[in-house]
């Protein structure tokens, strides 16, 4: 396994050469930004499409697994 720290956005076809899996866990949530929902959108967008990108156009066949967030469910209630 070989962990890349950096913005989403930012990763070339390099930095996923010989990868034979990516696993999308980046997001800005909702519940936990300051930014404002058209930025958070933005953002989640512009990452997920590079990605994907990223994966069309590269040499070698890449399998893709995006987790998504509390951001989508909510936080729930506490049943205890």
Not at 24 to 32: I, K, R
Request: hydrophobic share 35%; no cysteine; proline share 1%.
């Amino acid at each position: 396994i070989r962990f890349l720290s950096k913005d989403v956005r930012e990763l070339s076809s390099e930095d996923v050469n010989g990868f034979n899996y990516i696993f999308h866990l980046a997001t800005v949530s909702f519940n936990n930004s300051k930014l404002d929902e058209g930025e958070i959108y933005r953002q989640n967008t512009e990452s997920t499409l590079h990605l994907l990108e990223l994966i069309k156009n590269s040499s070698t066949p890449l399998q893709f697994l995006f987790a998504s967030s509390a951001g989508v469910y909510g936080r729930g209630e506490k049943k205890f």
